[in-house]
């Protein structure tokens, strides 16, 4: 009770004390005591080597822990030292790659740049060129403006009209030339009177001359073999249509008689060999406005004489509506221009298929073995260059025009390009590049439709005046010395009839006017009398204008 109210008082129960000395004063007073006591301190020993073995044990553990740990550390490094030299590797190659491209685009800068100087050079070059050659043409044509111009206030002072002066030429050549076979005829044939009197003298003067004209042809044609045997080598194009330089020996050897005809018989004279009269004769039978006029003879006088100014060729551009002239003067201006000619037609290239390359690569090779320099003349270029991008045009026609656009890249001392048709804006670009004169021509105007008719009128429905022209016709058809030749006559049409004709026929084209003194020709020869009359013309006249209509008509639908 004591203790529990003690415990109660405190918290603190000391009877435990108590009974714990109590036991151990009857275990010290017990004789196992020392026995229990040392079998519990061997006890402890024991238990000692057990935990000394167990914390050995636990350090071999914790060796083998660190050895483990240390290893995996070890690999660990390893793996991240690879890693880093497989990056630095990586890193190396990109940047040598890196710089093998920084390398290799310096070097494109620095070609890009080296191209571009070149260029610019060379623009800067042609420039020049073209300056030079700018400053000459227009004092070439400021000359010839002021000679053109003085000759048209002449003209227009006095009545002018081409027929005037043709029939005036024609008159003073017919006096003249009946003057001098009168003449010559009173003196040589009374001196060959008394000599032809003799057969046998007839005869050797006969022969002589005869072999002393073959003698002169003959040479003259070997000079011209000797020189013209290696061109023959190369052969003519198969794309050239017709062209004046001589490539087989047939035709060597036939030329000086065909020259002889053409030159001395029907055209009347030598082929002109001064340059001016070169020039003139380059518009002879084309009638063009006064400003074209102007503009063609210009770049026939800078063509004409393009050695002396040590130029290049330039290529030219001739576009405007169908029948206006554009070949007419294309072929004049080759024939006259004193180089060689090649005329040839843009239709011609497609159907040559794969072979158009070839066949171009050839001409173009055939063209720069010229001495005299080749005026290439395409007819129909829109038939052949139209443009790559937008026309569905074939494989080969496109690798055929880049032939073309390659063999015709620069300025050429060999070759000119002259271009005609009718739509040049259905060209390749790059065509229009090359070219460096365009020339637009229009239908005729008032005064050129005049002259023009005069001019057919002239050629066809009036008999042959001149002996020339009646020695022509015999070459050309021999037979008509036996079997007579019907020449159309004209009765009742004079300058004002014709005039009012030239007004009416407005629009037409030098093909139409063309056409319809054809068909007047053809109505006349249709009548008994072969005579041409006012009214005959007329009814002809109503028809072509209704066709003319008619086309323009057509024209207006395709169009629009
Ligand atoms: N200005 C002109 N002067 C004299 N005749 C002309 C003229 N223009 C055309 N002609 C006559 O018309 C014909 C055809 O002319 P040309 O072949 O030169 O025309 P083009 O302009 O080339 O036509 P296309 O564009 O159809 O080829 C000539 O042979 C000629 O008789
Ligand atoms: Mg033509």
């Not at 030339?177 to 001196?191: D, H, P, Y």
Request: with cysteine; proline share 3%; hydrophobic share 35%.
């Amino acid at each position: 009770m004591a203790s529990s109210k003690s415990q109660g008082a405190y918290g603190f129960d000391p009877s435990g004390l108590e009974r714990a000395a109590k036991a151990a004063k009857e275990l010290d007073s017990s004789p196992n005591s020392k026995n229990a006591f040392e079998l519990s301190l061997k006890q402890e020993e024991v238990k000692k080597t057990e935990m000394e073995a167990r914390i050995k044990e636990l350090d071999i553990q914790r060796v083998a822990i660190d050895h483990q740990e240390r290893r995996k550390t070890l690999e660990k490094e390893v793996e991240m030292s690879k890693q880093k030299s497989l990056f630095d590797d990586k890193l190396a190659k990109e940047r040598y790659q890196q710089q093998l491209e920084d390398h290799a685009r310096m070097q494109e800068m620095n070609r890009r740049r080296d191209e571009e100087s070149i260029a610019k050079q060379e623009q800067m070059r042609r420039q020049t060129l073209e300056y030079e050659h700018q400053l000459r043409v227009e004092a070439d044509k400021k000359r010839i403006l002021s000679r053109e111009q003085a000759k048209i206030e002449r003209l227009r002072s006095t009545k002018d009209l081409r027929y005037e002066e043709i029939k005036l030429k024609e008159d003073e050549r017919r006096r003249t030339l009946k003057e001098v076979w009168t003449t010559n005829m009173e003196v040589v044939g009374t001196g060959l009177k008394g000599y032809l009197g003799n057969f046998s003298n007839l005869a050797s003067l006969a022969g002589g001359l005869t072999l002393a004209f073959f003698g002169f042809q003959f040479a003259k044609a070997a000079g011209r073999l000797s020189t013209s045997i290696i061109e023959a080598r190369l052969g003519k194009p198969s794309l050239v249509r017709e062209t004046s330089r001589k490539t087989s020996v047939t035709e060597l050897l036939k030329s000086p008689f065909v020259k002889i005809y053409e030159q001395t018989l029907v055209k009347g004279r030598f082929m002109p060999t001064t340059t001016t009269q070169r020039e003139k004769d380059i518009l002879e039978g084309i009638f063009i406005n006064p400003d074209l006029e102007v503009n063609l003879k210009t770049l026939a006088h800078s063509i004409v004489n393009r050695k002396k100014h040590y130029a290049p060729f330039r290529n030219l551009l001739l576009y405007g509506p169908p029948g206006t002239g554009k070949t007419m003067f294309a072929k004049s201006l080759a024939k006259h221009s004193g180089m060689d000619f090649a005329i040839l037609t843009g239709g011609d290239i497609g159907p040559l298929g794969k072979d158009g390359v070839t066949e171009l690569h050839r001409l173009f090779d055939w063209a720069s073995t010229s001495k005299k320099g080749v005026l290439l003349f395409m007819d129909e270029a829109d038939a052949f260059l139209r443009k790559r991008t937008t026309e569905k045009i074939s494989e080969d026609m496109r690798n055929s025009l880049n032939a073309l656009l390659y063999r015709t890249g620069s300025a050429s001392y060999n070759f000119m390009l002259v271009l005609a048709s009718n739509t040049p804006d259905q060209l390749d670009r790059a065509i229009h590049d090359r070219v460096d004169e365009i020339v637009k021509f229009d239908r005729p105007e008032e005064k050129q439709r005049l002259q023009m008719l005069y001019h057919y009128l002239l050629q066809y429905c009036s008999p042959s005046s001149s002996i020339r022209k009646k020695l022509i016709n015999v070459i050309r058809d021999p037979r008509t010395l036996v079997f007579k030749r019907t020449e159309i006559g004209m009765k009742g049409v004079d300058d004002e009839f014709i005039e009012k004709i030239a007004k009416r026929i407005d629009g037409f084209s030098g093909r139409e006017i063309y056409k319809l003194v054809i068909a007047w020709h053809d109505a006349a020869f249709n009548k008994q009398n072969a005579i041409l009359t006012p009214e005959l013309m007329e009814a002809v006249l109503e028809n072509h204008i209704d066709q003319h209509k008619q086309r323009e008509e057509w024209n207006k639908t395709i169009i629009t």
